[in-house]
């Protein structure tokens, strides 16, 4: 396949040049037999240096991955093991960098393409939508565009409404796209390696306040082979009062709802979504028929958002199990205020998750607890 790439493309353009000098990987896979914590940055980058050794067709493309080691030093490392030929530093154009990773995809090549926020994926949505999504389709199957976009998505702190929103919705509602929306490390490496293998463009949605933070990871995930199914939701509780959805950081808001929710002796379900194009309706559906009430979880703006399509799914196949109904937290609905305090009430927080998981259960709220 690279030999067919090559001549099609000619060793004149940068890709050609790429093609010409890419070389089977001599490192071979390792494996860990011990579990222990890392952070979601080292799972980020272990999941890529891995895929990088084991098919050398993968390669790294975006504005600051090599010399500067990623502008969140996802890529630390990466330009000194594999050259630049296959971590290749970019121009500030989002649009030309996505249109040369979909043109070098289409020739069996497996580009991941970093965007430095996801707020900047605007500048290439045409080459992620029209050139990425729709191309297996409209080639009758025969062109596969194996891509993967990737970076921060969502509110970080404290950097205005250009950059703090959350894609997820967006890009979910396009066919021919798959949207993977990690929570933990173990999340981050299973399903970044996923991504890499897949044969479909696949939006992979992090979270920039969860670089830093650590997670327990087992043996299993550590291995170089582990790998998640996408489309694949994870129970992270179990619980019998309340279904609780979420994905990305929200996941972690929900565990501690969930926490102070058992307190006052109500038993929250809470859902990992992992993935969010396919959803996991079975998972979904499943939780509700046990508990009989669902409260959705979401950064994003409340219109046309994640939670609203989860409740739909339900409405459809579990609507006659619903004891109480859905609840709906989310962004409001306006742009990102820049004020650390507006800015905290712009995105959810633990006791909006507590106080809809209490309402769905008929709790009654002290006058205290909401002064």
């Known amino acids: ?12 353009t940068v890709l050609g040049q790429l ?32 895929e990088m050794s084991a098919d050398p067709s993968v390669f790294l493309m975006g504005e600051e991955v090599g010399e500067y080691q990623g502008a969140y030093k996802i890529s630390k490392g990466l330009l000194d093991k594999y050259g630049p030929d296959r971590v290749l530093d970019t121009p500030i154009t989002e649009a030309g960098f996505t249109g040369i990773g979909v043109g070098a995809a289409y020739h069996g090549l497996r580009p991941i393409v970093e965007f430095m926020t996801f707020n900047f994926s605007m500048q290439a949505i045409d080459h992620i939508i029209n050139s990425a ?8 199957g025969q062109i596969s565009v194996p891509i993967v976009f990737r970076g921060p998505n969502g509110a970080a702190a404290g950097v205005g409404a250009q950059h703090s929103q959350c894609y997820a919705a967006w890009y979910a509602h396009v066919p021919g796209l798959k949207v993977l929306t990690p ?27 969860l670089y830093g933070e650590s997670f327990p990871v087992s043996a299993e995930a550590l291995d170089s082979s582990f790998c998640l199914p996408i489309g694949k939701a994870k129970i992270e509780r179990q619980g019998k009062d309340v279904t609780i959805t979420a994905f990305s950081k929200m996941v972690g808001y929900a ?10 002796g ?8 992992r ?8 998972a979904i559906n499943a939780s509700v028929r046990k508990t009989n009430r669902l409260v959705t979880v979401e950064e994003g ?22 004891d109480a109904p859905v609840e709906r937290i989310a962004g409001a609905d306006v742009p990102m205020p820049y004020a650390a305090n507006l800015e905290r009430m712009a995105v959810p927080q633990v006791e909006d998750i507590v106080r809809a998981a209490k309402r769905a259960c008929y709790r009654a709220v002290p006058m205290a607890a909401t002064a």
Not at 266 to 273: C, T
Not at 303 to 316: D, T, W, Y
Request: charged fraction near 25%; glycine fraction near 4%; charge should be negative.
């Open 1 to 12: 396949m690279l030999g067919v790439a090559r001549r099609r493309l000619g060793s004149g």
């Open 19 to 50: 093609m010409q000098t890419l070389r089977p990987a001599a490192a071979a896979r390792t494996y860990s037999a011990a579990a222990k914590e890392i952070t979601m940055r080292e799972a980020l980058n272990s999941a890529l240096d891995e």
């Open 133 to 140: 999504a729709k191309s297996n389709y409209m080639s009758a």
């Open 183 to 209: 929570y933990s490390a173990e999340d981050a490496r299973g399903l970044l390696k996923a991504a890499i293998r897949d044969p479909d463009p696949v939006v992979f949605l992090e979270n920039e306040l």
């Open 255 to 264: 565990l501690q709802a969930a926490d102070i929710l058992a307190k006052e």
């Open 266 to 273: 109500i038993s929250a379900e809470v859902i990992n979504l």
């Open 275 to 282: 993935s969010i194009r396919p959803l996991d309706r079975a």
């Open 301 to 322: 703006f409340p219109q046309h958002g994640v939670g609203a399509e989860i409740c739909m799914a339900v409405v459809e196949d579990s609507f006659e199990y619903l």
